[in-house]
């Protein structure tokens, strides 16, 4: 055999080790790499991004997730979102605020609002992230979720977009309960509460009820 081919085999073996090996830790949740779909996560995770997710560290309060949940459209699935509750934990959102144990947890975090305002505000934006998170609402105006600071640099008057009926909350919930204000709500037994960092523009615990625990996959690493 040639040298040429001896290398060419050689590459071969270890991308198929490799892959053998990524195949058996991710069957087992130690190591696995998950894409990111939606801007739910947004602005801490984008779509397009990529994060490894493993079930040997810890998690705890804050940390991103990834969990299996049921949907009537796709079924089941993988979703990733901000673990902000666990059992024993009382959640609850107050004006738009969330808190836990009645401490307040948005003031840690990088989290958007919607905001109005004028459709020629987009060229002022030069990050791709704001381009697909923004709908239009008249000729001259949008709804764009952005962070509050971004928000407030662009526009010192501009105003979150309170909506609300902007989705119902889960029927396990009361019904005067809504993204806005919501709780206070004792975590049960065995249950995870998951909320998006695009807090006007997110499909969370709020909308999907709470997660099992035996339905949590991993932690994602590295991501604040």
């Given amino acids: 055999m040639s040298r040429k081919k001896k290398i060419l085999l050689g590459i071969v073996i270890a991308f198929f080790g490799l892959f053998v090996i990524y195949t058996v830790l991710g069957s087992k949740g130690y190591f696995k790499v998950y ?43 993988y979703y990733v979102s901000r673990l902000v509750a666990k059992e024993g934990d009382t959640f609850s959102i107050r004006n738009g605020i969330a808190y ?21 505000i987009l060229k002022e934006l030069h990050s791709p992230e704001y381009y697909t998170d923004y ?26 977009q309170r909506n609300i009926n902007f989705g119902k909350v889960h ?6 309960w809504n993204y806005y204000n919501f709780g206070p709500l004792i975590i049960p037994e065995n249950k995870l509460f998951v909320l998006g960092n695009n807090r006007d523009n997110s499909q969370d615990s709020r909308y999907f009820g709470l997660i099992e625990e035996r339905n949590y996959i991993g932690k994602a690493i590295n991501v604040h």
Avoid: C, W
């Fill in 35 to 77: 894409a990111i779909p939606t801007t739910s996560s947004s602005p801490t995770l984008e779509p397009g991004d990529y994060i490894i997710v493993s079930n040997l560290i810890p998690v705890k309060n804050n940390d991103h997730i990834v969990f299996e949940r049921f949907d009537k459209t796709f079924g089941f699935g």
């Fill in 100 to 120: 836990v144990n009645n401490v307040n947890i948005d003031s840690s975090i990088r989290i958007k609002h919607a905001y109005k305002m004028h459709i020629d």
């Fill in 135 to 160: 709908y239009q609402i008249s000729k001259d105006s949008i709804i764009i979720h952005l962070e509050d600071k971004v928000a407030e640099a662009i526009s010192p008057k501009a105003s979150k």
């Fill in 171 to 176: 029927e396990s919930f009361p019904e005067e």
